[in-house]
């Protein structure tokens, strides 16, 4: 079983609505989780990190965090043609200082 | 977000020759490194795990005789692909980490190509 697993997509959305990404993972020692943005030939940045249950927002983007349920979100209201790329969720193992990649869902917002 | 530099973005060699791949981080110090790679369209492919003055942890599948990491300092993670061959060419990305738990920061990343 795969340590991070998400839809790979392509997820398409129309310019303006809302994307929605899911992510889970499957080791319960897993305490804090990421959503890195990868541009097709670039190397990922990161948006979003969080740490706690509940909701995190910056700009337009919020994740979200079920540890019970072990799945991690990411919206991104307002979508626009740029934010068109693959999405990576990546958790992190404290305990072994494990740092995991899902496979990335591919997200297309239509102008 | 915190900088870091990887070096070269792009290199080819020829196969049986060593090449060498450089990650710094310009403005933190990075007491964890993570070595990548990502073949296209396919996901990141953690390779290595390197604290700072130890030797790296290898993931199961990966040759530590092959691919060398070196973290010898706080800045600064190398990473030498040995006698490389035509299969080991892709893109390797390194990323850096100030503590466990934090956000960790991507380089460039290297696109390798052995002819």
């Known amino acids: 079983q795969k340590e991070v697993e998400q839809n790979s997509g392509p997820l398409s959305v129309p310019e303006g609505a809302i994307a929605s990404l899911n992510c889970t993972y499957s080791?319960?020692?897993?305490?804090?989780f990421f959503w890195y943005r990868q541009y097709s030939g670039k190397s990922p940045e990161l948006i979003m990190s969080?740490?706690?249950?509940g909701d995190k927002e910056d700009g337009r983007f919020t994740a979200q965090l079920n540890k019970a349920s072990q799945y991690v979100s990411l919206l991104i209201r307002d979508s626009q043609p740029s934010d068109s790329a693959t999405y990576l969720c990546a958790v992190n193992l404290y305990n072994f200082n494990k740092f995991y990649f899902g496979s990335g869902t591919k997200l297309n917002v239509k102008p | 977000g915190a900088v870091v530099s990887q070096h070269p973005s792009r290199v080819i060699c020829k196969s049986g020759t060593s090449v060498k791949i450089e990650c710094r981080s310009l403005?933190?110090?990075?007491?964890?490194m993570f070595w990548y790679r990502q073949f296209p369209k396919k996901s990141l492919m953690l390779m290595a795990t390197s604290n700072e003055g130890s030797k790296a942890t290898y993931e199961q599948g990966v040759e530590k005789d092959k691919f060398l990491i070196n973290h010898a300092s706080l800045t600064l993670s190398t990473l030498t692909v040995t006698s490389a061959h035509p299969e080991d060419s892709s893109f390797y990305i390194c990323s850096a980490r100030g503590g466990v738990g934090t956000e960790a920061f991507f380089g460039q990343g290297t696109r390798l190509t052995v002819v």
């Open positions: 969080i740490y706690s249950n």
């Open positions: 080791d319960r020692v897993s305490q804090s």
């Open positions: 403005d933190f110090q990075a007491t964890t």
